[in-house]
C-alpha cells in the first residue's frame, strides 16, 4: 500500500514539474503563492491531498476486489512483469499484459474528458476523480455478471476475474496515461491512442473499441475474425 501511495504521489509532482515549470515552492513546503496584495493563489498542480486520496482510492479498490473474494495473485504462484497469451489463464493475472494498453488509453481520454467538463479544476482534483472512475469500473469489471458477459461474448473465454495487482497495475497504467496526457501535446496523444489501438487490433485482434463494442453489442463477424476466422 505504501508502493502504491508513493507511486502516485511522486510521479505526479514529477509531471506537474515538467508540464508547468517552475510553479513556485515545492510541494513539499506548500502549493500557495503569495500574490503582491498578500493574498495567496493555488498552483495549477493543486492540492497534494487529492493525490493521497488517489492513492487511498486504488488500496479501498483492492480491498474491496479482496471481499469480492478476488484473488491477490495468480493461482499459479507467480508474479510475471508481463504476460502475453490472451487466451490463456493467467491473462490479466500478473502486473502487466496486453489490456495494460487499454488502460493508459482510459488515462488519455479520461483527461480530455475531464479537462473539457472540468477546466478550471487542478491537474490534482482531475486525477483524482479519474482514479475514482477507474477503480469503480475495475470492481464492476470483476462482478460475476460482467466476467460471465466477457467469456459470453469476447474473445476473453478464460477470463475469470482478475488478480487484485492485476486490477491495481490497471489503475496505475489509467494514472500513467492520464498524466502523459497531461505532459504531452494534445496532438501527440491523439496519436498514441490510434497507434495504440491499431497494434493491438494488429497483435491479438483486439483492443478498446472493440472490447466495449463486443461487451455492450456482440457482432458474429467480430467474433470469428477475433476467432482466427
Not at 482510492?57 to 504462484?77: D, E, F, P, S, Y
Not at 461474448?153 to 495487482?165: E, H, N, P, Q, R
Not at 455492450?216 to 475474425?225: E, F, K, L, S, Y
Amino acid at each position: 500500500h505504501e508502493v502504491v501511495l508513493g507511486f502516485v504521489v511522486s510521479t505526479a509532482r514529477w509531471v506537474c514539474r515538467r508540464r508547468f515549470g517552475n510553479m513556485g515552492p515545492s510541494p513539499q513546503e506548500g502549493i500557495t503563492m503569495s500574490t503582491a496584495t498578500g493574498s495567496s493563489v493555488t498552483t495549477r498542480f493543486g492540492d497534494p491531498r487529492y493525490l493521497w486520496a488517489a492513492a487511498g482510492l486504488v488500496v479501498l479498490q483492492a480491498v474491496v476486489l479482496l471481499l469480492m473474494g478476488r484473488v491477490g495473485i495468480c493461482k499459479c504462484g507467480d508474479i510475471k512483469l508481463w504476460h502475453g497469451i490472451v487466451k490463456s489463464s493467467e491473462n490479466s493475472q500478473h502486473l502487466t499484459d496486453w489490456y495494460t494498453f487499454s488502460h493508459v488509453l482510459h488515462g488519455l481520454i479520461f483527461y480530455a474528458v475531464l479537462s473539457y467538463l472540468m477546466p478550471r479544476a487542478s491537474l490534482a482534483a482531475r486525477l483524482a476523480l479519474a482514479v475514482a472512475i477507474e477503480a469503480g469500473w475495475e470492481i464492476v469489471e470483476n462482478t460475476e455478471m460482467v466476467i460471465n458477459r466477457y467469456r459470453t461474448a469476447t474473445i476473453s473465454l478464460d477470463y475469470f476475474g482478475d488478480s487484485v495487482v492485476n486490477s491495481v497495475m490497471d489503475n496505475l497504467a489509467m494514472v500513467a496515461g492520464f498524466l502523459a496526457a497531461a505532459w504531452l501535446p494534445a496532438g501527440v496523444s491523439v496519436a498514441l491512442a490510434l497507434m495504440s489501438e491499431m497494434f493491438m487490433a494488429w497483435a491479438i485482434r483486439d483492443n478498446l473499441l472493440l472490447n466495449i463494442v463486443m461487451l455492450v453489442w456482440p457482432m458474429d463477424g467480430v467474433a470469428r475474425w477475433q476467432g482466427g476466422g
